[in-house]
């Protein structure tokens, strides 16, 4: 599996203000490990608030606008394109692919088309 980190140390800790207000932090993007859909990029972000009171409809639309303000523009226009973009927000910094019963964790899938995100029944 290869990790790939698309920014240094400094824009880690860089918090992102979805439009629902929500403060998210980008952890990191994970090529390699493929989906159902063959080639994927999946964008992981710690979201400690969706642990409180923000309903998933909430974060829902906030994942959407994270895969098209940020995701897409981050996607390489060289080589093979994903066909799936996958964001994720977890309330606390889970290794790629572990669980922990107590987090709290949202996925959604999308298709890039363009300079838009379709999203797609995970």
């Known amino acids: 599996m290869c990790i790939a980190m698309l920014a240094g140390a400094a824009a880690w800790a860089e918090e ?21 859909e063959g080639l994927t990029a999946r964008f992981r972000f710690l979201a400690p608030a ?12 906030d994942m959407h606008w994270l895969c098209e ?24 910094d889970l290794p790629f692919g572990q669980t922990d019963p107590e987090a709290v964790q ?3 899938a999308y298709r890039p088309a363009g300079d838009v995100c379709e999203w797609e029944m995970f």
Request: proline fraction near 10%; avoid cysteine.
């Open 50 to 61: 969706i642990a409180g009171d923000v309903a998933f409809e909430t974060a829902a639309e």
């Open 69 to 92: 303000s940020f995701a897409l523009p981050r996607l390489s226009v060289i080589g093979p394109q994903p066909s799936q973009v996958v964001i994720s927000l977890a309330d606390r």
């Open 16 to 36: 992102i203000v979805t439009p629902s207000g929500m403060a998210v932090t980008w952890l990191e993007t994970v090529h390699g490990a493929p989906g159902p």
């Open 106 to 108: 949202y996925f959604e």
